[in-house]
């Protein structure tokens, strides 16, 4: 079975400021990861994922996440946030061999301070 | 449309009642999920089709919940009986993959359902 946690429900910054929203997860089996970002009143959609190859991903809105294998985590970066990123942010695995079955963590709610 | 349709997007029903919730996923997109999302919890898998193969219903957390998806398109969640524990945010998502795992899912907005 496999497991996301993300451990902060909360994170607030001020704008401009780096953030980190951290997931961790748990499985047997080897995993695909995600982040999904859900902004007000809409649906969640794609901020970037990790197949294979560089553990370093980019995605959209200049985020970027990194695997790390061994920590088994896929934290999520921003060096400079706007208010425009104030939104709830999933981290979701998916195993190699199971394409129903993608797990979410609980979400990450990120407020932005002007 | 473009996108995942889900309707109706808002439902208050009375406890007891049954309710039918509706999902029209992107054209041609084979794969179809349901999730729920209660407040401060992160989103519960329910079920999964994947064109005519049987569905995952793994997730459905009582007999109350069940599911179906016409002409391999439109799905429909329904709920009977419903009770408080319910009320939730019902999201359907679509992917144009077929069965491998690692796509991207695309979400609709949601049914809110509040049972009262």
């Known amino acids: 079975a496999q497991s996301v946690t993300q451990l902060d429900s909360q994170v607030p910054v001020f704008e401009e400021a780096p953030v980190e929203l951290r997931c961790n997860y748990s499985?047997?089996?080897?995993?695909?990861l995600f982040w999904y970002v859900q902004y007000p009143n809409q649906g969640l959609q794609l901020l970037l994922k990790?197949?294979?190859?560089?553990?370093l991903v980019k995605g959209i809105n200049g985020f970027e996440a990194e695997f790390n294998k061994s920590q088994t985590s896929f934290h999520l970066r921003k060096p400079s946030v706007h208010i425009s990123d104030t939104a709830e942010y999933f981290c979701?695995?998916?195993?190699?061999?199971?394409?129903?079955?993608?797990?979410f963590g609980s979400g990450t709610r990120l407020s932005i301070r002007p | 449309g473009a996108g995942v349709s889900q309707s109706p997007s808002n439902k208050v029903t009375e406890k007891g009642k049954d309710v039918e919730l509706r999902c029209d996923p992107i054209?041609?997109?084979?794969?179809l999920y349901w999730y729920r999302q209660s407040l401060g919890q992160g989103l519960e898998f329910l079920i999964y089709?994947?064109?005519?193969?049987?569905?995952?219903k793994s997730g459905l957390p009582s007999d109350r919940f069940s599911a179906e998806r016409t002409g391999g398109s439109v799905s429909t969640l329904t709920i009977q009986r419903t009770q408080q524990e319910d009320s939730a945010v019902y999201l359907c998502?679509?992917?144009?993959?077929?069965?491998?795992?690692?796509?991207?899912?695309?979400f609709g907005e949601g049914s809110w359902l509040t049972v009262v």
């Open positions: 998502a679509s992917s144009p993959h077929r069965g491998a795992s690692g796509n991207t899912i695309y």
């Open positions: 979701a695995v998916n195993p190699y061999s199971s394409a129903s079955k993608i797990i």
């Open positions: 499985s047997s089996v080897s995993v695909y």
């Open positions: 089709f994947q064109g005519n193969s049987a569905p995952d």
């Open positions: 990790y197949l294979s190859g560089s553990t």
């Open positions: 054209s041609g997109h084979t794969a």
